[in-house]
C-alpha cells in the first residue's frame, strides 16, 4: 500500500491538476479496492480504474462498484479484462451504467474486443448516454476501433506514435493514420506474443528513453534468450527512430 500510495501521489502532484490522474484500485479483495479508491480521493484524484472483479452476479458487481463509488474520485473506470474470452456480460455493464452514475468509462480488453466496443456504443447510447469506450491490449487492431467510434486507447508506452495515429485520423487523413500505424506492425507482432514479453519490451523502451532508471522486472516475469533479446533491441531502435521522426515540425 505504501509503494502504491508513493507512485499515485507522484502523479497526482507531477500533473497538478493540468491533466486527469485516474488512480488504479484493483484487487482481488473488495476490502483492498475500497482502502485504494479512499486514497485516491484523498489524494485528489479525479477518477479511479478497477478491474471487474470476475464472477460476480450483476447485483453483487453493482453493490461492490456502488462501494468504491461512495468512497473513491466521482469518476470510476471499469476494466473489463478477460484476454482469453470475452469479459463482463453486456446486459451486466448495462446495469451497472444504469444503476451507477459514477459508472462513465470502460477499458475493454478481451478476446475479439472489436465486437463488443460497437455492442457498448450501441447499447449505452441506446439508453440515453453512451459509455467511454477505450481499448487497451488490442493496439493491432486501432485503425478497427478508431472506425468503430473508440474514444480512447491506452496503451503502455509509444505515446507519441498513437497521439499521432489519433490526430490524423480524427483530422481526416486516415491513409496517414494507416501508413504511421503500420510502422507499428513488426512491434507489436513481437511485443503482443505474450504478456511477459510485453512487461520486459516496454520496461526495456521506457529505460531507453531516459524514463526508467532500469529495465528490471519483478519476480515472476519470465526472463527473455538472447534471440528474444535481439528481437526485443530491434523493435525498440525501430521506435525510437520513429518517435524521433515525429518530433520534428509537422
Not at 468509462?105 to 467511454?132: C, M, N
Request: proline share 5%.
Amino acid at each position: 500500500m505504501d509503494e502504491k500510495r508513493l507512485v499515485a501521489k507522484t502523479f497526482v502532484d507531477h500533473a497538478a491538476g493540468e491533466l486527469p490522474v485516474i488512480v488504479g484500485c484493483s484487487s482481488t479483495h473488495q476490502r483492498d479496492r475500497l482502502a485504494l479508491a479512499a486514497m485516491a480521493r484523498e489524494l485528489g484524484a479525479p477518477a479511479m480504474l478497477c478491474q471487474a472483479p470476475a464472477g460476480l452476479r450483476a447485483d453483487v458487481l453493482v453493490a461492490q462498484m456502488a462501494e468504491l463509488a461512495q468512497v473513491g474520485p466521482s469518476l470510476l473506470m471499469l476494466q473489463d479484462l478477460d484476454f482469453g474470452g470475452p469479459g463482463l456480460a453486456l446486459s451486466d455493464i448495462a446495469q451497472l451504467h444504469r444503476c451507477l452514475p459514477a459508472f462513465q468509462a470502460l477499458k475493454i480488453e478481451v478476446a475479439l474486443p472489436g465486437p463488443k466496443y460497437s455492442a457498448v456504443l450501441a447499447a449505452t447510447a441506446a439508453a440515453g448516454a453512451s459509455l467511454h469506450v477505450s481499448g487497451g491490449w488490442a493496439a493491432a487492431q486501432m485503425m478497427e476501433a478508431l472506425h468503430r467510434g473508440v474514444h480512447a486507447f491506452i496503451p503502455t508506452a509509444m505515446d507519441r506514435i498513437y497521439v499521432e495515429i489519433f490526430r490524423r485520423f480524427a483530422q481526416g487523413d486516415e491513409p496517414g493514420a494507416r501508413q504511421l500505424h503500420s510502422q507499428l506492425a513488426p512491434v507489436l507482432a513481437f511485443s503482443n506474443q505474450h504478456l511477459d514479453i510485453s512487461i520486459r519490451f516496454f520496461k526495456h523502451l521506457r529505460h531507453r528513453e531516459g524514463l526508467f532508471a532500469t529495465p528490471n522486472c519483478r519476480a515472476g516475469v519470465a526472463a527473455l534468450d538472447e534471440h528474444q533479446m535481439r528481437e526485443l533491441n530491434i523493435n525498440i531502435t525501430r521506435v525510437l527512430a520513429l518517435q524521433i521522426g515525429l518530433s520534428g515540425p509537422d
